[in-house]
């Protein structure tokens, strides 16, 4: 078995590997931005970008003479400046080192206001592989007279051509520092102070390019195609990596723009962000919430129960719970915690008892939901969909997923009910199909030609929708390692966890791979899989280390305030070892993670890109992720193994390549047929009956349902023994935990808390020795 390991396992390193001192939890995060370290300077100021205009690609860095750490070195290649040069240039630097006091505040705003010309502005973008691209111009087009038309019957391949051409390409001008946007875009004093103390310097790469496109004009004069005409005022769809900060992107646009926005004090919510889960829609209040601190916008998680906007009574006697007390929580500052949930279920189920009361709209301003959970707040009794119109904003992150069969329907259905005509929409993900650039544009249209057709006033301009693509479209990040591992069977993917929560055997085994540390998370097909093999690891990790409250497992199966539990917990370092399903693949944010193993093949390439994104976060480097894959597996293993190619190409010639031209060439491609089956329901041999439970783990009221049978129980069993051996061995194992724990506790004086394990050195950074 070990040779067949060593044999067909491929390591695809990243340029470092991983090591205590370099791991995503080992700290702050180096630079934040993934491309274009080493062309230029991350955020080169206009002088210096000319005087470097002549280094070509993988020059060798010049030295720097400054004492500041590499990663924050940006004027390091400073040749001699003269003293104004000196003045701002000390301005900029102090301002990345986030010192601004004794400043000449001229000096500052030089520092951040200067424009870079066309030239820079066009290199920046290209060393920071970013790519702003016109998809579709709504503005009435001029008719061409009817000789010119004629003349222009060409072949069908010229009119492609055409059309190719006809998509405008934009280079707007980077944000070099997010110093820059109170003098570029006059943002509220509040907003660029809040991400100043959340620690926030210099911009990723999709945040460097979107923020100016959305922020509209700019102070700075614009070269022309830099999208200044559009003045901030248009539709934009960004594909931009795992952890690059989309969040932010998207958020302090909208942030922004209610603060200029006059609402009347009955207008209620005034942006809507769409979420495909609980735990992402959560984690965005929360940033949302950070940021607009202070600026009297408010932030709420759509709950059970909330409404949303005047609905007829009867609608809201259909509502579980119509309670005051669930209605708003705007003036909850605190984080979406377990305890709020469970206050809120508590008050629920007493209000089940008691006569309803007429729920109180929501008046937060931002509103965070998954699209069912809204959805149903603007349900009317007679089936229609009550109408939205006071959105200005609405965002769908992750929008590939919200679009795709499972979500569309309830997507789309909200997306129309928006009504405003000013409506802005914003698509994100770091996956979208060319099928989701179609829905999306033939959506728009859809929506102007049922607004034309219900009002006779004139309708404002349409805005253009514009695409920004951040590095290699539906890519892997490409600053963590990657493991594809043959284990031949099911039982040998059981071997080959085990091996990953003793690393004390994979250094003696196989040296050459970065070894995983927790916390990590596993991913497995089916929430079925996912309970089985929480229960066969659960006493693998010994009491002395914090026992079997290191590991958990998190599935869309278990109640709200279970799943806020343990998110808690794992966010807190209590939990190593996280089993979950595709519900935690997308968007979740553990600033810590070093590590994602996939125990089941994912059903997609996206989804592989999305579940390995959860580590290395904001360009942090040294995370794993590790693929096992069986017999079963191999007719999809090369979609996999296309999309860890493609990061080591986005890598460069840094680093290791290990998915080699041979490997490719030997795995079957599957057919489109396989692929869809893939997608749909998983790797057969897995399969649960509940269709699709792997990529579709997600917050959809339309798939609950219990039901299991023995077939189903045997697929999902992970073990190497039958049930009734290892519940006898189980609770021996729990019996000799407790018992150790007593001693101990006997031993140092100390209560143990019903959590259990924590602070055991399990929090974020901390050594961990292996589980041995
Ligand atoms: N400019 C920045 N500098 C440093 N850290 C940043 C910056 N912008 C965002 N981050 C951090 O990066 C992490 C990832 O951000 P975010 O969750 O928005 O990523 P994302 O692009 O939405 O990823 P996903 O596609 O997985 O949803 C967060 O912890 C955030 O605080």
Redesign the pocket.
């Known amino acids: 078995m070990m040779n067949v390991f060593k044999l067909l396992s491929r390591t695809a390193k990243a340029p470092q590997s991983a090591s205590a001192q370099n791991l995503p939890s080992a700290g702050a ?1 180096a630079n ?1 931005q993934l491309f274009g370290h080493d062309e230029l300077a991350p955020v080169a100021a206009p002088e210096e970008t000319k005087k470097s205009k002549k280094r070509k690609r993988g020059n060798a860095p010049v030295e720097s003479s400054s004492d500041l750490p590499a990663d924050l070195d940006f004027f390091g290649d400073k040749p001699k400046a003269d003293a104004e040069d000196d003045a701002v240039t000390a301005a900029k630097k102090s301002r990345v080192e986030g010192k601004t006091n004794g400043m000449s505040s001229a000096h500052e705003e030089n520092a951040f206001s200067e424009a870079y010309n066309e030239d820079e502005s066009k290199r920046m973008l290209r060393s920071h592989k970013l790519k702003v691209t016109v998809l579709e111009d709504f503005a009435p087009k001029v008719e061409e007279p009817e000789k010119k038309k004629k003349k222009k019957k060409k072949s069908k391949a010229k009119e492609e051509e055409k059309k190719k051409e006809a998509k405008k390409q934009l280079y707007p001008q980077p944000l070099s520092f997010f110093g820059q946007l109170r003098p570029r875009f006059s943002i509220s004093r509040r907003l660029a102070d809040n991400l100043k103390e959340q620690g ?1 310097t ?3 790469e ?2 460097l390019g979107a923020l100016p496109l959305l922020l509209g004009k700019d102070g700075v004069q614009e070269a022309s195609g830099s999208g200044a005409e559009y003045g901030g005022d248009i539709d934009l769809l960004t594909v ?1 990596p ?7 992107a998207f958020l302090v646009p909208i942030i922004n723009a209610l603060l200029s926005e006059k609402p009347s004090d009955e207008q209620g919510s005034r942006a809507v962000v769409i979420a495909p889960t609980r735990e992402l829609a959560s984690q965005i209040v929360n940033e949302a919430r950070k940021l607009s601190q202070g600026t009297g916008i408010k932030a709420a998680l759509m709950k059970k129960g909330m409404e949303v906007v005047e609905r007829p009574q009867a609608a809201e006697q259909q509502n579980e719970a119509a309670s005051p007390a669930a209605s708003d929580n705007e003036d909850d500052e605190e984080d979406d915690d377990v305890s709020d949930s469970d206050a809120q279920e508590e008050t629920t189920s007493k209000q089940k008892k008691a006569p309803r009361r007429r729920a109180e709209k929501v008046k937060a301003a931002i509103l965070v939901a998954t699209p069912m959970a809204l959805l149903n707040a603007l349900k009317c009794p007679d089936g229609t969909v009550a109408e939205f119109p006071s959105i200005r904003h609405l965002v769908l992150d ?1 929008a590939d997923v919200l679009l795709d069969p499972l979500f569309r329907d309830q997507t789309l259905a909200v997306w129309n009910a928006c009504t405003n005509p000013l409506l802005r929409v914003g698509l994100w ?2 996956t979208m199909g060319s099928n989701i650039e179609a829905l999306a544009i033939s959506t728009l249209n859809n929506r102007w030609a049922s607004l034309s057709s219900s009002t006779s006033d004139s309708l404002p301009a349409r805005p253009p929708l514009i695409r920004l693509v951040v590095g290699l479209k539906d890519s892997a990040i490409p600053n963590i390692s990657h493991q594809l591992t043959y284990a031949a069977t099911e039982q040998g993917k059981l071997l080959g966890l085990r091996q990953l929560l003793h690393p004390t055997h994979i250094s003696t085994t196989s040296s050459s791979s970065p070894t995983l540390r927790p916390p990590f998370l596993v991913f497995t097909q089916t929430i079925p899989r996912a309970i089985a093999l929480h229960s066969e690891l659960l006493y693998d990790i010994p009491p002395e280390a914090g026992g079997s409250s290191r590991i958990a497992v998190l599935h869309a199966d278990l109640s709200a305030s279970a799943r806020d539990m343990v998110m808690t917990r794992f966010r807190r370092g209590e939990i190593w070892v996280l089993i979950t399903t595709d519900l935690l693949a ?2 979740v ?1 553990f ?1 810590g993670l070093n590590g994602v193993v996939n125990y089941d093949v994912p059903n997609s390439a996206a989804a592989y890109v ?1 579940r390995v ?1 959860r580590t290395g ?2 360009g942090r480097k040294g995370g794993v992720a590790v693929t096992f894959y069986t017999q079963e597996d191999i007719p999809y293993v090369k979609l996999i193994a296309n999309v860890i190619r493609k990061a080591e190409a986005l890598r460069g010639e840094e680093g290791e390549v290990v998915v080699k031209q041979w490997l490719l060439d030997a795995l079957p491609a599957p057919s489109k047929r396989d692929k869809q089956q893939l997608k749909k329901y998983g790797v057969e041999a897995r399969r649960t009956k509940r269709t699709g439970d792997a990529e579709h783990d997600h917050d959809n009221d339309d798939k609950k349902g219990k039901g299991k049978d023995a077939r189903e129980k045997a697929r999902a069993r992970i073990s190497t023994k039958s049930g009734y051996v290892r519940k006898v061995e189980n609770n021996r194992k729990a019996a000799v935990e407790a018992s150790r724990r007593r001693n101990r506790d006997l031993g140092t004086g100390k209560q143990h808390g019903s959590g259990g394990g924590g602070g055991e050195g399990g929090g974020e950074g901390s050594e961990f020795e292996g589980f041995d």
Request: aromatic share 4%; net charge positive; proline share 7%.
């Open positions: 995060a934040p926030y210099v911009p990723t999709v945040q931009a795992t952890g690059s900060g989309k969040t932010i992750e993900s770091a997308r968007g944010d600033r999305h994104g976060r904001a």
